[in-house]
């Protein structure tokens, strides 16, 4: 099936609105060509690899958009389906997931870029949808739910720089984040950032299971997390050497708690209120993320050591909303793979119960 709803996509600078027909129906504009080549030759490595919706039909809800000048047209496709995850100390969960991993990729971006977003659904008994709070763009046109084996793409404008969470909104919306259904979106801002160590860092509850809508709606989770997992990188380190620019990109998915978000130790010189650079704060201890929230940690280390990344709300710290940031003279180099980003997160294949 392939759905057009293209008169609620007119955008008032659009030259083409007036109520005519839209013009891609009857040709295809030149600078839609050279729009679909550059998104080809710029997609993003990661959002290659979560691979394409061959196969099935694609709804798309509105006409193409174009860039702000010099931004690119970015292809991202996240498939939603559940795997069996692993949530604390080798015991696995099922949980519902953007491909196949908890959180979802990161999707990154420059302010002034077109997202060409395709959500295909592959799990077969639930519909899911996607919420990405960096666009702006009709909820009940493009977050809507999407059935089993169907797919649904829009376009949206990235505006804004900043560090943003995207997220299944199908109802309940609690359960589809309860069990695992959110990520981050990055939008680099137009003149650029520093070069820097950078990290993903999304806290959230883990509950009882998918059947578990009572403790979530009760707040009574079993774990609390960054990226996936109790006390991911407690075993496992992140790691920086002293001096250097470290950014951390910090969302609280939830879908209850907020995260009191700090680093034993030392002191963030620089938060960026939604990560973007003019909402910033100088010389913070810390800095709270609320759930649906977002913000940038900039941070030099001096001397080298164990430095704990926490929510001090201890009562989740404990429950494992715990890391250590490791910071030593002949840590690796850092690297600029999308992977890096979230160290030891791995997307696993669809859940055959
Ligand atoms: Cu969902």
Known sequence: MFRMRTGQARRSDDPRAG?????????????????????????????????????????RTNDPIQPDR???????????????????????QVMWTFNGQVPGPVVRVRQGDVVRFTLVNRDPRLPHSAD?????????????????????????????PGVWMY???????????????????????KEGRLPAREFVLVQHEIYGGPNDLTGMLA?????????????????????????????????DAGPNRSSA???VGTIFDRVEVNGNPRNTLYGIQTYTVPPGGGSVFELRIPE??????????????TAGALGILEVRKDAP?????????????????????
């Open 70 to 92: 010099g931004g690119r047209v970015v292809d991202v496709t996240l498939e939603s389906y559940p795997v069996e995850w692993p949530v604390a100390d080798g015991q696995t």
């Open 132 to 160: 990405l709070h960096a666009a702006r763009t009709p909820w009940d046109r493009d977050f809507r739910d999407v059935p089993p084996g169907k797919s649904l793409q829009f376009y949206w404008k990235a505006e804004y």
């Open 304 to 317: 080298e050591g164990r430095y704990p990344v926490v929510t001090h709300a201890f009562n989740d710290a």
């Open 261 to 263: 978000f700090h680093v």
């Open 333 to 353: 180099a850092a690297s600029p793979a999308p992977d890096a980003l979230m160290p030891g997160v791995a997307s696993r294949p669809p859940s055959t119960d």
């Open 167 to 189: 997220h299944c909104g199908t109802q309940p919306v609690i359960l589809h984040i309860g069990n695992g259904m959110f990520g981050v979106v990055i939008v680099d801002p």
């Open 19 to 59: 109520g005519r027909p839209p013009a891609w129906r009857r040709w295809v504009p030149p600078a839609v060509v050279s729009m679909a080549l550059v998104a080809l030759l710029v997609t993003p490595a990661v959002m290659r690899a979560a691979g394409g919706p061959t196969g099935i039909d694609i709804a």
């Open 219 to 251: 707040d009574t989770p079993k774990y609390v997390a960054f990226n996936g997992e109790r006390n991911r990188y407690a075993a496992s380190p992140l790691q920086a050497r002293p001096g250097e620019l470290i950014r951390l990109y910090v969302v």
